[in-house]
């Protein structure tokens, strides 16, 4: 099984409302990342975790929150969002973080709108 | 980061052969090059990486020049379903993650 998992594929939500993107993969990676990506622009990395920790976090606001309770799950914790918030989010996972002649895998995104 | 430098986009017939471009030239000794490639509505998707030999696989070639602060990705025979933004990315050891540029959109003609 080489595919990362994102649900739900689409989400509407209220600058008020609390909602959580979820990502899984079952390849025994130890490396997840999150990234979003703004129409016609390329992906912009989020976070990154490894082995279960935070490792990176590219100055993302706190309304955007970041949980990995698993090795095979990532989810990301959504609260007061903005409508510029709306975009393409995208979980990733490769080997590990040091293993870079390896690839890294990528889900198809939850497409966020936020009203 | 390191820095990679794409055209914005390229144009290509169908069933002919496209080289992407890339220029690295701040790469390091041990950094690897990927490519991965955005077809729309859909998340990225490796296609190729190498450090200093060329490298073929089913999707693409990679030619990395001798200096390695260029590289090229060849798709064979361009299909239609090729067509998407794809990127050219330096993964470095000490962190590694897939920093993406602006890329090159490709587009295949009928």
């Known amino acids: 099984d080489t595919e990362v998992t994102q649900t739900p594929k689409h989400l509407v939500m209220g600058m008020t409302n609390k909602k959580s993107l979820k990502c899984e993969q079952h390849?025994?990676?130890?490396?997840m990342y999150w990234y979003k990506q703004k129409a016609k622009k390329p992906p912009e990395l989020m976070f990154v975790?490894?082995?279960?920790?935070?490792?990176i976090n590219e100055s993302v606001p706190s309304r955007f929150s970041p949980e990995c309770p698993n090795s095979s799950l990532l989810n990301l914790h959504l609260h007061a969002l903005q409508p510029e918030d709306s975009a393409l989010y995208l979980c990733?996972?490769?080997?590990?973080?040091?293993?870079?002649?390896?690839?890294?895998?990528f889900g198809q995104g939850t497409r966020l709108t936020v009203v | 980061d390191a820095k990679t430098t794409q055209p914005n986009s390229m144009e290509s017939n169908e069933e002919e052969p496209v080289h992407l471009p890339c220029n690295h030239s701040t790469i390091s000794g041990t950094d690897y090059i990927h490519w991965y490639r955005q077809l729309p509505s859909q998340g990225p998707e490796y296609v190729i990486h190498?450090?200093?030999s060329n490298v073929n696989n089913r999707m693409a070639s990679l030619a990395i020049a001798e200096d390695r602060k260029s590289s090229t990705l060849i798709l064979h025979r361009a299909t239609l379903r090729d067509a998407a933004v794809y990127y050219c990315i330096l993964r470095r050891g000490s962190q590694g993650n897939l920093i993406f540029g602006k890329g090159t959109k490709l587009s295949v003609k009928p």
């Open positions: 990733a996972s490769s080997q590990h973080i040091q293993a870079i002649n390896t690839e890294a895998f």
């Open positions: 975790y490894s082995y279960e920790k935070l490792s």
């Open positions: 190498g450090l200093t």
């Open positions: 390849m025994g990676h130890r490396a």
